[in-house]
């Protein structure tokens, strides 16, 4: 049985970066940007309005103060999207909308509710500084500047900025593909009503979510009977049609639990089988040409667990990202969880921020079997091994769950 951490040392290790590819920006969201995003254009490529109001020359209104009011004629509107020719004089003022192109000659916006207006008389009762409310020519970005650099990960607002920068496709490294291969007798569909000795076959579910999550691909092999040949065509038929292979179940030492002898005939590089942590001891990591092998527990909780604390820093750094694991924060204890010495213990807990520290709630059984008790968490309680029971007031690592 290894630790929590060599573990992830030896799957990290073993996760190469995967090829990169040219994509939609609609489909690059949460993925790795391979390359350096360049500006083609100044942005905005004219100087414009930021607010609803009138251009005006700045030194029209030089010696303007409510005793000594400017007036100037409003000569005409301009919208956003329209060009207005010609330029504005001394003593000229157009009405002119947020984000309309400022007219030559105007160096200055002066907002609505600033000014007074009679007729065509546009009436100052201040000075107006240069440059009041315009946003410069490639203030935001000129040509030729490095927008988006190499290794970001992409959010809506990397998508936004691409759209604004005329980029419809970019290069992402890709997500991998993964296989879900599920074992048990005892599983039934989900609409079927369970009987005697049946469940629902909810692993597959949590799975698939779990790749959404992440922005994978998976490929669902099915529900495989306890039959050790069958499940090795599917193993193998996996590692060649996928990046990552996952199975649900038999990874115990039960007397259907084929996992092991199944990639020992396939000639896989068996890393280890069993990690330090509860839920999620039966752990089988295994590397067959470059492919990666995740056995995980049957048990529901166990395999969310797993998948989470072993899978996903594999799929980060196969997709480029930099953070591998998630972040620990520190917790108090608002109530008392019980455990026993020997493995670290991944507590699931309800924890909540309260006067700018966070508390974890007890939120039930932690019987690996029971998934409502994830469902009402939204982290979890790192107990290490040589501790058993810990106690209210007790300060212990947490983190949270899927984020
Ligand atoms: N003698 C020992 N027995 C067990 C040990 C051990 O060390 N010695 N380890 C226990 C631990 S820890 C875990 S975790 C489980 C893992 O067992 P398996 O991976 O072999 O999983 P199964 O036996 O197939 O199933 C366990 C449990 O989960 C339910 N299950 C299975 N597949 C699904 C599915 N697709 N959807 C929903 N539920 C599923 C299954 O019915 C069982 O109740 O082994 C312990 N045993
Ligand atoms: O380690 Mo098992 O994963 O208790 O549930």
Same mark, same amino acid.
């Not at 700045?58 to 303007?64: F, L, M, Q």
């Not at 038999?250 to 639990?257: E, H, I, P, Q």
């Not at 059984?365 to 998934?371: D, G, K, P, W």
């Given at each position: 049985m290894i630790k929590i951490s060599e573990a992830i040392n030896i799957i990290t290790k073993e996760a190469k970066l995967l090829e990169v590819e040219k994509v939609h920006i609609l489909s690059s969201l949460n993925k790795i940007l391979a390359e350096d995003i360049y500006s083609k254009?100044?942005?905005?490529?004219f100087d414009k309005s930021a607010m609803d109001g009138y251009a005006i020359?700045?030194?029209?209104?030089?010696?303007?103060?409510s005793k000594n009011p400017v007036e100037l004629r409003i000569k005409g509107i301009i919208k956003a999207g329209d060009y207005y020719e010609e330029e504005i004089k001394c003593g000229e003022a157009i009405k002119i909308m947020t984000g309309a192109a400022v007219p030559r000659g105007a160096n200055a916006v002066i907002e609505i509710e600033k000014v007074n207006t009679v007729k065509d008389k546009l009436i100052l009762n201040s000075v107006v500084k240069k440059e009041n409310n315009i946003i410069k020519m490639g203030e935001e970005i000129e040509i030729g500047d490095l927008a988006i650099q190499k290794g970001k990960m992409i959010r809506p607002a990397e998508i936004g900025l691409l759209a604004s920068l005329g980029y419809k496709y970019i290069h992402v490294y890709k997500s991998p593909v993964i296989s879900l291969i599920i074992t048990g007798d005892e599983l039934i569909e989900i609409d079927e009503e369970p009987f005697m000795g049946k469940i629902r076959n909810s692993n597959e579910y949590s799975l698939r979510a779990l790749i959404d999550n992440l922005n994978g691909k998976y490929i669902s092999l099915g529900v495989v009977s306890d039959d050790k040949n069958i499940l090795k065509e599917k193993i193998k038929y996996a590692f060649e049609n996928s990046d990552i292979v996952i199975t649900s179940g038999?990874? $115990?030492?039960?007397?259907?639990?084929f996992i092991e002898d199944v990639l020992k005939e396939l000639g896989a590089d068996i890393k280890?089988?069993?990690?330090?942590?509860?839920?999620?001891?039966p752990v089988t990591f295994a590397v067959y040409n470059e492919k990666l092998f995740f056995g995980l527990p049957g048990n529901p909780m166990s395999i969310i667990t797993a998948f989470e604390e072993f899978v996903v820093p594999a799929v980060n750094k196969m997709m480029g990202k930099n953070n591998l694991v998630k972040e620990e924060i520190t917790v108090v204890l608002a109530d008392d969880f019980k455990g026993k010495k020997g493995r670290t213990k991944y507590v699931y807990a309800d924890i909540i921020k309260e006067n700018g520290r966070y508390y974890a709630y007890n939120v039930g $059984?932690?019987?690996?079997?029971?998934?409502i008790t994830l469902s009402r968490a939204n982290g979890i309680v790192i107990i290490p091994a040589d501790i058993g029971s810990v106690n209210k007031g007790e300060i212990l690592n947490g983190k949270f769950i899927f984020k």
């Open positions: 254009d100044n942005l905005p490529s020359k700045s030194e029209d209104t030089k010696n303007c103060e038999g990874a $115990s030492v039960g007397d259907y639990d280890f089988t069993t990690i330090s942590i509860k839920p999620g001891k $059984s932690q019987c690996s079997n029971h998934l």
